[in-house]
């Protein structure tokens, strides 16, 4: 197991922000640094919201070790043919490092206030999985492509130059009846959402059966998780950091919560769920002897 940090990037993400998550994600010895992809959040003010793959590029310049991504990155508001060429691009960048996590798209407001159709879930999905076809069909051909799909067509079309590696794609989400056989048809990485230690063992054995019925083994994709994680040196100052929140609704949802050794405990159990990195979201974003204690605490007793 280890530990990445995942921000919400419409959640006031500037380019202070990202710079300073940058260089502590680098040197604390943290495996990745992960962050959203939307224009605002479901509700509320307008937040600072730095655009993603501007963001994603100045990863893949200005760092040497850490992994990143979108978690997840939705095709309703960006063009699959894009957002292939932007991966490919920025993995090479960045020496292999990105991990292209894509998604359906699901916050209305987001879509209603820029203009783009989020679709009823039938068509979004149907979008969503041929979105996902033309990334993988531009990313992983070296020879000109057609598609022909009810959203999105190619014709004769081929991506230059050529991606350095094959760029591994995250699914995220735990929907079993439509997320988990996407992952199992063209991830190479499923990113369970916001589960429990229990949760995530039922959806992997049903991912395996799935992964089963393509011919693929288990070994195939990864198993990541991003949840919440709330940390405190001490039982004064993690009670200071529960403060007006509902700590029974955050055990039901099994969010990490604690000291640096209650951490470490929670953490272990989505291990031994077979969960090999968590993507810590961190939502205060200048919570910085937060991560500082994530990274001298607990990290060390994972490895």
Request: no cysteine; proline share 5%; aromatic share 8%.
């Amino acid at each position: 197991m280890d530990i990445a940090i995942m921000i919400e990037g419409q959640d006031g993400l500037n380019w202070e922000r990202w710079k300073r998550h940058a260089r502590m994600a680098e040197d604390l010895g943290f495996a990745g640094l992960y962050r959203s992809d939307h224009f605002a959040n479901a509700d509320g003010p307008h937040l600072d919201a730095l655009e993603l793959w501007i963001s994603l590029a100045y990863l893949a310049a200005e760092t040497k070790r850490i992994e990143f991504g979108p978690m997840v990155s939705p095709v309703s508001f960006r063009n699959p043919v894009v957002t292939a060429w932007s991966a490919g691009a920025v993995d090479d960048l960045s020496g292999g490092r990105l991990h292209l996590g894509l998604g359906a798209g699901w916050n209305v407001r987001e879509h209603a206030e820029f203009g783009f159709p989020l679709l009823d879930l039938d068509p979004r999905f149907q979008r969503y999985e041929e979105g996902v076809q033309v990334i993988l069909t531009l990313l992983r051909s070296d020879e000109p492509a057609a598609f022909s799909g009810d959203f999105y067509q190619l014709d004769n079309a081929l991506m230059l130059p050529r991606p350095a590696r094959r760029v591994p794609i995250v699914i995220g989400g735990n929907g079993p009846l439509r997320t988990l056989p996407l992952v199992a048809k063209y991830a190479d990485e499923w990113n369970a959402v916001y589960a429990t230690p229990q949760k995530v063992r039922e959806l992997s054995a049903k991912l395996d059966e799935l992964l089963a019925n393509e011919g693929r083994e288990p070994s195939d994709v990864r198993r990541t998780l991003m949840h919440r994680v709330i940390i405190g040196k001490n039982e004064a100052q993690l009670k200071s950091k529960l403060d007006g929140l509902d700590v029974d609704d955050l055990r039901e949802r099994a969010v990490i919560f604690g000291t640096p050794s209650d951490v470490v405990e929670q953490i272990g159990a989505f291990a031994e769920a077979g969960i090999v990195r968590l993507m810590a979201q961190w939502l205060d974003q200048d919570d910085v002897e937060g991560l500082e204690l994530l990274a001298t605490e607990v990290l060390p007793q994972l490895n």
